[in-house]
């Protein structure tokens, strides 16, 4: 195993920038970017090596990669008294348990987590939509090296 092996390389699609976007966030903030997802992620790789490779002649150590990390698929969320409600209230319309709701929401907002359709969801009764406005949040990325 080559020592690049141990360090996450992510390749995702950018919407803003209508580009692949290649990032190992344990060694370095930056990457590189294009039209091709192979490429991309076949010149990340070359980027790894490459600083793994300028840490080893100046002597510097590496950074210790992140254990690879085996998901329990839980994961406990603080949303607060008023969203708590509002989601019990439309898990309720949809007949769905909170949780199944909830799971139903993410799945459908995440365009990279399953490629299974997500269960669609029973119409809400007339002017219980009004009453109980969708929350959307924004999952923002940052790099931790």
């Known amino acids: 195993m080559k020592k690049s092996d141990r360090y996450l390389k992510i390749v995702e699609w950018s919407d803003e920038d209508q580009v692949y976007i290649g990032s190992c966030p344990e060694l370095f903030i930056g ?4 039209n091709d997802e192979a490429k991309v992620y076949k010149e990340l790789c070359k980027i790894v090596d490459d600083v793994i490779n300028d840490y080893e ?4 150590p590496l950074p210790e990669p992140k254990k690879q990390t085996n998901y329990s698929g839980k994961f406990v969320m603080r949303v607060g008294p008023e969203l708590h409600k509002v ?39 007339r002017g219980v939509a009004k009453a109980l406005p969708r929350h959307k949040t924004k999952i923002s990325k940052s790099p931790n090296p």
């Open 31 to 34: 990457g590189c970017h294009g």
């Open 57 to 60: 002649k100046d002597g510097d």
């Open 87 to 125: 989601l019990a209230c439309r898990a309720q319309i949809a007949n769905e348990s909170l949780n199944e709701y909830c799971v139903n929401i993410l799945r459908e907002e995440s365009a990279t987590y399953d490629s299974a359709p997500a269960k669609k969801k029973q119409p809400a009764r």
